[in-house]
């Protein structure tokens, strides 16, 4: 008998069906998404509705008022909330949503907006220990998130396992989803819609990325803080316009994605119960793939701004998700659903459109001539160039935590050269593995949610009852603060970088 030696095919193939079903169990019924939903139901009670009782003031505070004059922070909230959004307004709401509806069916899009709502409170949470946590690194920036809060809130060993777990996630997650996937989409539809080689993509891009990430989180404040309402403002118009094209069939298209969230058409088969489950499981996963509520990405941005209490920031942070799923994927998802493209079969080929090409056919029937598919790729480079900026000052604060700040500049120009191997790069095993790093990072930062949680709402609580309507100027938050146990600390550690922690009733 010969034996013949396995082929790299053949290993390539067996490494995709290991991490397939890593994901498959990470993402299913029995272990993330009951965790996101269940945390995030849990935390809208305890915090009263937050995400809807206090939707208009933070957007106030974030949108209109903007900045807060004296408070301690290296960007303002506004530009804390653009360098968020511009992490997770990325391919996830354009590629995401599609795969999602492509595997799930429609109804995968309604699981995606419950994760979105309930996400705003935990997107509220977790922002909100980034703030009540930070501290001031030896650069002199602010420096925050599930890698310091975790370690610093919770005492002890576990403290500690479940902050290192976190950042190493985080630094792996980082060259995936907000690097190599980001890329790699970019070039693809630029060579396709405007044939332009993904080598000279990749090149552009590189020194594009390199030259916004030299300056630090100033400068990728100020590149979001424009960058990001204009994308998602062109986006979001060329929708609209296409709904209103449709409208006769856009309720048609919204009861059908409700109807298929709890009795299931998957768009791939199967019988009824495997379908709702499918509908579930893509919907919960590529609504945190596009929102990363609960992910712990955000709260590194958060932690950053310059604010006068950690709950007005959380407030800040929450509207993201709002504006990233209950707008952003919306758009996509009911454009898709409108105009048919989600089970579009392929002339050429026989087959149903894949979902790299969903979101454009969608548009192109709702817009003139070439404007649809031009619009879709145009967005989608904005999108992704967006995220490239964003997930670098995230890797890089937790490699600063690992490594010291020493390594934080090697970090910046690798990571910038691994965007070019991202453009150039078959990448199928590269999103299943973002998929399970993604996991990894929100799991230890939801447990942290969770065993902090009374922190959490005595502070909320305490703030919100001095000022319900969330106006207040640091002075004023200052005055009804002062006295409070730890309130001094609190401030003086903010300021000077203090690991000092114990703010209104302790842990």
């Known amino acids: 008998m010969i034996y013949l030696a396995e082929t790299p095919l053949t290993i390539s193939a067996r490494i995709n069906a290991l991490l397939d079903a890593i994901s498959s169990f990470i993402w299913g019924p029995y272990f993330l998404i009951p965790l996101l939903l269940g945390i995030g139901f849990y935390m809208t009670i305890r915090l009263g509705g937050l995400q809807f009782i206090r939707l208009w003031a933070a957007f106030r505070l974030g949108l209109i008022k903007r900045h807060e004059p004296g408070a301690s922070g290296d960007i303002s909230e506004y530009q804390a909330l653009t360098t968020a959004l511009s992490a997770t307004v990325g391919t996830g709401n354009i590629v995401g949503v599609a795969t999602a509806i492509s595997i799930g069916g429609p109804g995968a899009l309604f699981w995606m907006w419950m994760t979105g709502l309930v996400g705003m409170v935990t997107k509220y949470s977790e922002s ?5 946590f930070r501290g001031t690194d030896e650069a002199g920036e602010k420096s925050g998130g599930p890698q310091y809060y975790l370690e610093r809130g919770i005492k002890g060993t576990l403290g500690k396992v479940l902050g290192l777990s976190f950042s190493v996630f985080a630094v792996i997650a980082c060259f995936g989803i907000g690097n190599m996937t980001q890329g790699n989409a970019i070039a693809e539809n630029v060579h396709r819609s405007w044939h332009i080689s993904p080598t000279t993509t ?50 048609d298209a919204i009861r059908l994605i409700f109807h298929d969230a709890f009795t299931g ?13 499918m509908a579930i499981q893509y919907g919960v996963a590529r609504g945190l793939f596009s929102n990363e509520s609960g992910l712990g ?13 950690p709950v007005r920031q959380g407030l800040v942070s929450m509207t993201q998700t709002f504006i990233d799923t209950l707008v952003v994927v919306s758009i996509t998802g009911l454009v898709i659903v409108t105009t048919g493209s989600w089970h579009e079969v392929d002339p050429m080929t026989g087959a149903r459109v894949s979902p790299g090409l969903m979101t454009s056919a969608g548009f192109a029937h709702g817009l003139p001539g070439e404007w649809g598919h031009h619009l879709v790729t145009l967005s989608l480079v904005l999108f992704a160039f967006s995220t490239l900026l964003a997930w670098p000052y995230y890797g890089e604060r937790n490699v600063e935590r690992l490594f010291g700040v020493k390594w934080v500049m090697p970090f910046r120009i690798v990571f910038s050269l691994i965007v070019f191997v991202g453009c150039v790069s078959e990448l199928k095993i590269v999103w299943t593995f973002s998929d399970i790093a993604n996991g990894l990072m929100a799991l230890p930062n939801l447990i942290g949610i969770v065993l902090l949680s009374g922190l959490i709402v005595r502070e909320t609580r305490f703030y919100l009852k001095h000022d319900p309507k969330v106006i207040a100027s640091k002075q004023e938050v200052d005055a009804f603060m002062e006295g409070q146990p730890g309130w001094d600390d609190w401030k003086q550690g903010d300021e000077v970088g203090s690991s000092r922690r114990g703010m209104v009733g302790g842990n």
């Open 202 to 251: 990749g090149v552009i891009l590189t020194v594009l990325t390199l030259m916004v990430l030299v300056g630090g989180i100033k400068s990728i404040g100020k590149v979001t803080s424009l960058l990001v309402p204009f994308m998602i403002i062109l986006y979001v118009i060329g929708g609209l316009y296409i709904l209103a094209v449709n409208y006769a069939t856009l309720w």
């Open 128 to 132: 909100f220990l980034a703030v009540r």
């Open 265 to 277: 058409s998957s768009a791939v088969g199967g019988f009824a119960g495997s379908a709702v489950i």
């Open 297 to 309: 990405s955000a709260p590194i941005a958060a932690a950053a701004a310059a604010t006068a209490h």
